[in-house]
């Protein structure tokens, strides 16, 4: 903790309830704010991607459903199994 200035105790009091930081320290606690939330964002992005992409294959399945059984439902099916193992580490 850095020292404060006479003025700066006279102004915030001295009962010692605010602690100051030095820039460096200051700097530092944001960089792991920022990874974390970056982390926290990128996991977020890759989950909204699959629940999509799920959503999707769906859509393909009632699409295979409602055709008779031939090629065109058999290339809604393929469809939907492409959608979803599009990236198959993003699976969980």
Known sequence: MK?????????LGTSGAVEFYTQQEF????????????????ETSKKVVMIEREACAEVCKRLA???????????LVNAAAAILNRIPAQRQ
């Open 27 to 42: 700097d530092a606690a944001v960089a792991v704010a920022k990874a974390e939330i970056m982390t926290v964002a990128i």
């Open 3 to 11: 020292e404060v200035s006479q003025l700066a105790r006279q102004l």
């Open 65 to 75: 459903e409602q055709e008779d059984e031939g090629e065109v439902s058999t290339a």
